[in-house]
């Protein structure tokens, strides 16, 4: 693999590492991981929009051998552009972000807790969701 394209997934992985430390229950995901924030082979398993009940975006994880399930509490206005969700949705990275005003958006949909989560295709769907973090939960071992 290219130096460039190395030093900019370990880039990657570094700032996932330090936004997940930033909300509540990412601690139990890097620890899962073992700091080791690269999310690859990581499957989509259900993203659910609610404003009643509230957002959630479920995630089965893999550190090789063992597999965990999170599930990641979503703030109001989500923004989503995900594409190809079906039967199996393995990604091969999760790069979380700060997101950049884009062309067209509004200033007032936008906020400083605002994360952007982009999903690498490998499978089924990619693409990326900004929306805040409320928090992640554990939810079971195994698959």
């Known amino acids: ?68 399930t999170f599930a990641f509490s979503l703030k109001p206005w989500i923004d989503i552009d995900l594409k190809d969700f079906g039967h199996q949705n393995v990604i091969n990275r999760l790069v979380i972000s700060r997101p950049h005003l884009r062309q067209g958006e509004d200033s007032d949909t936008n906020s400083p807790s605002d ?4 999903f690498g295709q490998c499978y089924g769907a990619y693409g990326s969701i900004k929306a805040g973090i409320e928090k992640i939960e554990f939810i079971r071992d195994g698959r």
Do not use: C, N
């Open 1 to 68: 693999m290219d130096a460039d394209i190395q030093a900019e997934k370990e880039r990657e992985r570094a700032q996932t590492a330090a936004l997940l430390k930033e909300i509540p229950g990412g601690d139990a995901v890097l620890t899962f991981l073992k700091d080791w924030a690269g999310f690859h082979d990581a499957e989509i398993v259900s993203l659910t929009l609610d404003y009643a009940s509230g957002s959630k975006l479920v995630l089965a994880v893999t550190d090789g051998d063992r597999w965990a």
């Open 115 to 118: 994360l952007e989560l982009f």
